[in-house]
């Protein structure tokens, strides 16, 4: 049985239909809907981040998307800012906040809360952004693996963002990210927390990423990077446009990459985030996993909502 304060959160990997599913829902359920994807936010990032078209969004209202310039930086605690403020509306009249999206970061950080890290020091991160030009971001993790194994393992070889962030807060505190994370506040929500996980099959996950990439193509996505790109005051540094498919598309307008190696990279920089994505979806505790190509996923949901009890 829903309890009045009742949060859902549909959860996911990129392909896995949740936004049309979440359409639906909103159909048959008083919902409102919220996404948690660190990529919508940005104005001008459309059709690479498979937005809800103008229409839809008019008839059916969906929040946290396009509220920030590409050129700004947007974190998981301005999220949790955010959501909290939407959420308190939303239960205040009477309805169930849908949150919707894959970045499981926000998830975590608005279910257990966030690691009270320190301020960016920009003079240690230059020095670590140029030690990972000469060195290259494998050798920078596996320093990382001898000052903080723990962190190392959480932390895949191949992102040099959450590297270099990981490095300069131990060469600033002198105390590692895994100390950080275990100061983290495990608050408990004032709410009912619903965690629905959509799982597609593995199988056929490459080969729909693959098609959403090549669909999106068609749709003009070079266009809308192209547009971006003549701004002239957006590089590659910044979360937007570092993002999947737009980096790969931005080296390919900037001469780095060819057109058959920018395809290439997108697809396969899509089928990563999946894996992470899915990675996170299997350590999530009470998830309620809902296999996506079962014609009655929808049914399941929706049965599964009705019938529920806290455990």
């Known amino acids: ?28 359920l008083p919902l409102d809907i919220i ?4 990529v919508m936010v940005y104005r001008g990032l459309d059709i690479g981040t498979a937005k809800p078209d103008a229409r839809t969004r008019a008839a059916i209202p969906h929040y946290l998307i396009d509220i920030c ?3 700004e930086n947007y974190s998981a605690g301005n999220f949790c800012v955010d959501v909290m403020k939407l959420i308190e509306s939303s239960l205040k009249q009477g309805r169930i906040p849908l949150l919707v999206g894959g970045t499981m970061l ?5 279910q257990q809360g966030l690691a009270d890290l320190p301020d960016k020091d920009e003079e240690v991160r230059k020095k670590l952004m140029q030690r990972l030009i000469h060195e290259g971001v494998e050798n920078l993790h596996k320093e990382l693996a001898c000052i903080d194994e ?18 300069e807060v131990y060469f600033v505190t002198g105390k590692t990210m895994s100390y950080w994370w275990q100061q983290q506040v ?12 959509l799982i597609p099959d ?7 990423i693959a098609q959403r990439f090549e669909h999106m193509l068609k749709l003009g996505f070079l266009d ?17 446009i570092k993002s999947v498919g737009y980096k790969q598309a931005w080296q390919y307008l900037s001469g780095e990459l060819t057109y058959d190696q920018m395809v290439e990279r997108a697809i396969i920089a899509t089928r990563q985030l999946a894996k992470r994505q899915l990675t996170w979806l299997r350590r999530w505790p009470a998830l309620h996993v809902i296999e996506v190509e079962n014609p009655q996923c929808e049914e399941k949901i929706l049965s599964y909502l009705k019938n529920y009890k806290e455990n």
């Open 150 to 167: 723990d962190a190392a393992k959480r932390i895949h070889s191949h992102d040099p963002q959450r590297i270099i962030r990981a490095l």
């Open 69 to 71: 310039d590409p050129h």
């Open 1 to 28: 049985m829903l309890k009045p304060e009742t949060v859902i959160c549909l959860m996911g990997p990129t392909c896995s239909g949740k936004t049309d599913l979440a359409l639906s829902l909103y159909r048959r």
């Open 35 to 38: 996404s948690v994807d660190s």
């Open 224 to 240: 809308e990077v192209e547009k971006l790109y003549q701004r002239g005051d957006l590089h590659l540094q910044l979360s937007a």
């Open 106 to 110: 926000y998830y975590r950080a608005l």
């Open 186 to 197: 495990n608050r408990a929500l004032p709410y009912q927390m619903i965690n629905i996980g």
């Open 202 to 208: 593995r199988a056929a996950l490459p080969g729909r």
